[in-house]
């Protein structure tokens, strides 16, 4: 079946673990794509359960590498976190009480993370790569100081 969006270089911040999560997050999107042609509710609900789970885990992660790079817009960058989340918790609401919400929903995710990669995402990959360098802590330091610290070492833990 083909997939309804890539990820492609373009999307890259430069910074691996990152691009990682990105992926994963667009490998999301073809999944719930798949799961609304075939109408499949049962498959529709898990997707959506797990876009919601790893999205939140993945802004933790960011913020995490921002705050540590003391990178100057982490606050307005965690704002549009907080909107993108507050957005896919409705759509999940909406789904619970019935509606079919996969279509707009993945329309959404792939116009919103396209968007949001390049340009906030992209803005703050100089400062968290330098923050990441020869000097600064790795990021499994930065995984286990962070407040999401489970979450965050997750990522880390699968490669
Ligand atoms: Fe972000």
Redesign the pocket.
Same mark, same amino acid.
């Given at each position: 079946m083909g997939k309804l969006v890539k990820w492609t270089q373009d999307l890259s911040v430069g910074i691996e673990a990152i691009d990682d999560q990105h992926k994963r997050i667009v490998d999301y999107i073809n999944q719930l794509h798949e799961a609304g042609l075939s109408n499949d509710t049962k498959a529709i609900g898990r997707v959506v359960d797990q876009l919601m789970e790893y999205t939140v885990s993945h802004?933790s992660f &960011?913020e995490a590498l921002m705050d540590q790079a003391r990178y100057r817009y982490a606050a307005s /960058?965690k704002k549009? /976190?907080e909107l993108f989340t507050r957005r896919i918790a409705e759509y999940r609401h909406r789904f619970q009480l019935g509606e079919e919400v996969a279509a707009e929903m993945q329309g959404t995710l792939i116009k919103w993370l396209m968007n /949001?990669i390049k340009r &906030?995402?992209m803005n703050y990959g100089e400062a968290v790569r330098a923050s990441l360098g020869e000097k600064g802590p790795k990021p499994q330091e930065v995984a286990a100081a962070a407040p999401a610290g489970g979450a965050v070492r997750k990522f880390f833990g699968r490669t």
């Amino acid at each position: 079946m083909g997939k309804l969006v890539k990820w492609t270089q373009d999307l890259s911040v430069g910074i691996e673990a990152i691009d990682d999560q990105h992926k994963r997050i667009v490998d999301y999107i073809n999944q719930l794509h798949e799961a609304g042609l075939s109408n499949d509710t049962k498959a529709i609900g898990r997707v959506v359960d797990q876009l919601m789970e790893y999205t939140v885990s993945h802004f933790s992660f &960011e913020e995490a590498l921002m705050d540590q790079a003391r990178y100057r817009y982490a606050a307005s /960058h965690k704002k549009v /976190h907080e909107l993108f989340t507050r957005r896919i918790a409705e759509y999940r609401h909406r789904f619970q009480l019935g509606e079919e919400v996969a279509a707009e929903m993945q329309g959404t995710l792939i116009k919103w993370l396209m968007n /949001h990669i390049k340009r &906030e995402d992209m803005n703050y990959g100089e400062a968290v790569r330098a923050s990441l360098g020869e000097k600064g802590p790795k990021p499994q330091e930065v995984a286990a100081a962070a407040p999401a610290g489970g979450a965050v070492r997750k990522f880390f833990g699968r490669t």
